[in-house]
């Protein structure tokens, strides 16, 4: 019984997870520099695309309304406003607003802060595979 009822848990929250957020693709593209000798005079310039996930918030909540407009956002170029929407909603701690926001942080430019982002949100929901999906991503792209 005990293994019966330990897999029903891990069902049971495995489509919580799957039933609180909604997920879309976005391409999203970095550009990568590679040195070609020790001096670094001779680089390499190559432009990386890749598949990052947004998370839309299945609640009613002022953070979930937020997240989602972000969303919308970020899905048609407005990057600004998603910035300035996830910015503050980012205090909530919740995971899938710390995923997003640490992808439009990506947007921008601001690798380092995104990446930290993101890795929050994987820990936070470590079962999450789009959360991780991204982490593995920018994590092989900074080797």
Do not use: M
Not at 91 to 117: Q, R
């Amino acid at each position: 019984w005990r293994r019966l009822l330990k897999i029903v848990l891990l069902c049971s929250s495995v489509c919580l997870y799957a039933c609180v957020y909604n997920y879309t693709a976005i391409r999203l593209v970095t550009t990568v520099r590679v040195p070609v000798d020790a001096t670094e005079n001779n680089v390499i310039v190559k432009d990386v695309y890749y598949t990052a996930y947004v998370a839309y918030i299945n609640k009613n909540s002022q953070v979930a309304h937020y997240n989602n407009k972000a969303v919308e956002y970020i899905k048609h170029g407005n990057v600004e406003e998603a910035l300035k929407l996830l910015e503050d909603a980012s205090a909530s701690g919740e995971p899938a607003v710390l995923n997003n926001y640490g992808i439009v942080l990506l947007i921008k430019g601001d690798s380092e802060k995104g990446f930290e982002y993101i890795y929050k949100a994987s820990v936070a929901e470590p079962y999450n595979t789009y959360f991780r999906k991204n982490y593995l991503y920018l994590y092989e792209c900074k080797k």
